[in-house]
């Protein structure tokens, strides 16, 4: 048995099946999950008539590198979307397709880190998403936390990492549009990320894949590819980033995203991943085709968000400190009590179901930045959401 495997913690949803194990909440009140950030809209109908339409193609074996049609797809849209016009991806050297982006930030850990010695670090922001740590772990490194606080825009303060932590740091997850704060890195952030990654050698790997989720239209969150762009970072270098079709496109179940950036890396992780074994079905790298090449569905999904962000704001305002992020689906509240506490009682009582924010945490530097937190996904239809605020506004005047 890999002894690393005793180092994981339990899985944030498994804490809170076990939080709430016995409860018997209100039969005459409707379930509403905002425990979990899984897309609820529905998925482009185009984009299931070309995935029927492809199933005849399931009778071959799928290439580790997906199409060149997928690949050149990809590499159109991150182009358009982050205009990287200065430096364009190439679909044969600067794009790999991925089983969604939960197993690419789980695996290429496995690629570019070296846990021989035990020295490694990796970096990731405190709150996170327990992939990053998981990866970390298994890989052999040490996770490093850097808490994201409210009086800091929820930034991490990279000024306050002592040297030799630099100096052993061989991979740092970023998330940006942030999970589960929501916030974005501007390009002094990533100008610093970026100069402090060519000093110290580290690989980037920016989680993106909360980007496409956002509230003006004019004003798309940066992506760690287009900074390196406008910072005249030549070829990516040590440079990655993450995307998928699950939050953009409302496909969560096709399992479709992207790794794309430094060409080197790429190729490392190509050889890795033609032994791990992860390709994508020539049905879904066909329906992906579809998805990367249209935005309409995407304006009209952003919409349906802000509508939902609009509507229950207005209903917790007053009642708990909460606020617009600047983009993604989460709303991360301060709570009255202990995060657990609220969890448990506001479904013991409302049939409403939220996530701890100290189970998408760690205690570090005498902090635990999601404690008395707790994330709500907006993710349901708007009735359920507005629903969902109606009975947390009524739960948390009972106090």
């Known amino acids: 048995m890999n002894a690393r495997l005793?180092?994981?913690?339990?899985?944030?949803?498994?804490?809170?099946?076990?939080?709430?194990?016995?409860?018997?909440?209100?039969?005459?009140?409707?379930?509403?999950?905002?425990?979990?950030?899984?897309?609820?809209?529905?998925a482009p109908g185009f984009v299931l008539d070309a995935?029927?339409?492809?199933?005849?193609?399931?009778?071959?074996?799928?290439l580790t590198?997906?199409?060149?049609?997928?690949?050149?797809?990809?590499?159109?849209?991150?182009?358009?979307?982050?205009?990287?016009?200065?430096?364009?991806?190439?679909?044969?050297?600067?794009?790999?397709?991925?089983?969604?982006t939960r197993e690419a930030l789980f695996s290429i850990a496995q690629t570019v880190v070296d846990g021989a010695d035990g020295s490694a670090v990796v970096m990731m922001p405190n709150p996170f998403y327990q992939i990053y740590e998981g990866a970390a772990l298994l890989a052999g490194a040490r996770p490093y936390l850097l808490n994201t606080l409210e009086h800091n825009g929820y930034r991490m303060a990279l000024d306050r990492v002592p040297d030799e932590i630099w100096r052993a740091t061989q991979l740092f997850y970023v998330c940006s549009p942030g999970n589960p704060t929501g916030a974005v890195l501007d390009i002094d952030d990533w100008r610093t990320l970026i100069e402090l990654s060519q000093r110290y050698g580290f690989v980037i790997a920016a989680d993106e894949c909360y980007s496409e989720i956002y509230f003006d239209e004019e004003r798309p969150p940066l992506g760690l590819l287009q900074a390196a762009v406008q910072l005249g970072?030549?070829?990516?270098?040590?440079?990655?980033?993450f995307h998928s079709l699950s939050k953009r496109s409302n496909l969560p179940g096709l399992r479709s995203g992207f790794v794309a950036g430094d060409a080197?890396?790429?190729?490392?992780?190509?050889?890795?991943?033609t032994y791990h074994g992860c390709a994508l079905p020539p049905p879904t790298q066909v329906a992906s085709i579809a998805a990367w090449s249209d935005e309409a569905h995407v304006r009209a999904n952003r919409a349906l968000y802000r509508e939902k962000f609009d509507a229950v704001l207005e209903i917790l305002n007053g009642?708990?400190?909460?606020?617009?992020?600047?983009a993604g689906f989460y709303l991360w509240p301060r709570t009255p009590i202990d995060d657990t506490v609220f969890a448990r009682e506001l479904y013991a009582r409302e049939n409403v179901l939220?996530?701890?924010?100290?189970?998408?945490?760690?205690?570090?530097?005498?902090?635990?930045?999601?404690?008395?937190?707790?994330?709500?996904?907006?993710v349901a239809p708007l009735d359920e959401c507005v629903e969902a605020a109606r009975r947390i506004r009524r739960f948390v005047q009972s106090f």
């Open 264 to 273: 080197n890396l790429l190729a490392a992780y190509f050889n890795y991943r």
């Open 319 to 326: 009642v708990l400190p909460v606020q617009r992020p600047q």
């Open 51 to 62: 995935l029927t339409r492809s199933l005849p193609s399931l009778s071959t074996y799928p």
């Open 6 to 42: 005793a180092a994981l913690q339990p899985y944030p949803f498994q804490k809170l099946a076990a939080l709430l194990q016995g409860i018997a909440p209100p039969p005459d009140k409707t379930p509403i999950r905002l425990s979990i950030g899984e897309p609820q809209h529905a």
């Open 65 to 100: 590198k997906a199409s060149p049609e997928l690949r050149a797809a990809i590499a159109g849209w991150a182009n358009r979307r982050f205009r990287l016009e200065r430096q364009p991806l190439d679909p044969e050297r600067h794009v790999l397709p991925v089983a969604g």
């Open 233 to 241: 970072l030549s070829d990516y270098r040590n440079c990655l980033v």
């Open 354 to 378: 939220v996530l701890p924010g100290s189970y998408l945490s760690r205690r570090a530097d005498g902090v635990d930045p999601g404690a008395n937190r707790v994330r709500m996904a907006l």
